[in-house]
């Protein structure tokens, strides 16, 4: 699996066919592009669960690769791989593409391992792809800026100085909304004065902390559930100065 020169990430779903593989390719064409010394690739942690699985790759995954003029014919024509220990200790950057189907596999077959993981929600279906298109850009602006990496120790901070102690907090407004939701209420996060990739990179932080799926839409965050508490308590430890809006 190692790339030369290159840092790592590598994406996890179940069956190595569809989801990751996609992701793998899209993510590497996009870095190519733009020379980032970081390269993809994927495995699967339940290769069994496929009994569908025909040939190499998913044909929706390819022709969607081919849409955008992507044609990476080694990466699309090898068979599905299965996850090893040495390849999660070789990543620089692990991601697996939903946290409720894939964490419970690796709690039960890599213990240990999930707590280095960063989790998206994307659901193994035909309307995967512009999600996971969605998250790798958004994962792409965060290399590109320097963050990105869960598994890498914070650097050191230094001691706050006299300008810096009276610089104004960012705020943040929580609120929770569960009306046209079915039940299923989402913690949202608004009025930031954030740039798209910096609000990208902090819903991810959010939904780490929360352990559950979100999204960025229309300049707000929304997380899954009624995670007020934690949000806040997380945000202020950023720096945010919080409102809470609603009840």
Known sequence: MAHHNHKIVLFLCTGNYYRSRFAEVLFNSIAEKLSLPWRATSRGIGLERGTHNVGPMARLAI???????????????????KLTVEELQQA??????????????????????AERVEFWDVNDDPQALPPIETEVLSLIARLVGGGGNPSE?????????????N?????????????????????TVFDLSLDASAMHELATKLKQRCGTGGT?????????????????????KLGYKVKRAGG
């Not at 022709?63 to 791989?81: D, G, Y």
């Not at 610089?167 to 943040?172: H, I, L, V, Y």
Request: aromatic share 2%; glycine share 8%; charged share 35%.
């Open 167 to 187: 610089r104004k907090q960012p705020t943040a407004k929580v609120g929770r909304e569960t009306a046209g939701r079915r039940g299923k209420g989402v913690t």
């Open 216 to 236: 960025v839409k229309d300049g707000r965050i929304e997380i899954q559930g009624d995670q007020r508490e934690r949000i806040v308590a997380e945000l202020e």
């Open 92 to 113: 620089t950057h692990i991601i697996a593409l939903k946290q409720a189907e894939h964490r419970p596999l690796l709690d039960e077959r890599y213990p240990g391992w």
């Open 63 to 81: 022709e969607a690769l081919e849409a955008k003029n992507i044609r990476a014919i080694e990466a699309t024509n090898r068979m599905p791989t």
């Open 153 to 165: 120790p914070a650097a050191p901070t230094a001691p706050p100085t006299e300008k810096s102690k």
